[in-house]
């Protein structure tokens, strides 16, 4: 598995978490809950905005691993 690939992964990996924890966010009654919830789902998402530009990077210096 190259690099790339593995980066791509982590990438769908932390989105699909990101999804639950907005998900679970939804479901939760106790607002402070709601909101550390929120929060965690917040610096997440930075997380894979960073990880997705890196991605880009990547794909740029290796144009082999676009798409994969």
Same mark, same amino acid.
């Given at each position: ?5 593995? &980066? ?8 699909? &978490?990101?999804?639950? #924890? ?20 917040? &610096? #997440?998402s930075e997380v894979v905005a960073e ?18």
């Open positions: 598995m190259t690099v790339a690939s593995q &980066v791509k992964q982590c990438t769908y990996t932390l989105k699909s &978490v990101e999804q639950g #924890l907005i998900h679970l966010s939804a479901r939760t009654q106790k607002e402070e809950t709601r909101k550390t919830i929120q929060e965690a789902a917040s &610096v #997440l990880l997705e530009k890196r991605v880009g990077e990547l794909e740029w210096h290796e144009p082999q691993y676009k798409g994969l």
